[in-house]
């Protein structure tokens, strides 16, 4: 499975990594490309997560199945929903690692980490509703905005999101959020 996310997305995030040091003249930032592609793989264990249920209907599973020794889809599941929060935490690593003021390349690999988040978030409580809202997105669009150039408070929001907390999102209360 990590082997297919890899071709799928983790070869996006190196390409992505070369793209952004080259553009922001930083050569430093390639010693990251294992982050980059963490990030990448992180991404795409979310969407397998997000569409276990309706892909195993049609037929198509991305999920492991039990080999042997009593396994269950839960376990799986679980399994791999903590394996997509490593991959994105590491994906984090990758956000901060770039400059502060390049905001928008921050908020271009960033949001796709905060929504994942809030999607294992979801799926965690119920495999069937991982879907995360438009109203969640504008509000953690607008979050991000905040705290794109804080490095701490960023942080500490990825934080609260791996952990299945989503400050500030779910009430639309940004001054629940640090920074």
Known sequence: MREYCYY????VGVMLCTMMAQFLRLPALLRLGDLAVELGIGLQLVNILKDAMKDSRQGRRY??????????HGEIYRAVL?????????G????????ATARELRSFCGLPIAWGAMTLARAERDERQAKIGRGAIRTSIELFGKLAGDDRALREWFGALLAGREPGVETGDLRAVPG
């Open 8 to 11: 799928v997305a983790g070869v």
């Open 63 to 72: 999920l492991p199945l039990s080999a042997s020794g009593g396994v269950s």
């Open 82 to 90: 903590t394996e997509a929060r490593a991959s994105l935490q590491k």
């Open 92 to 99: 984090v690593e990758f956000v901060l690692a770039l400059p």
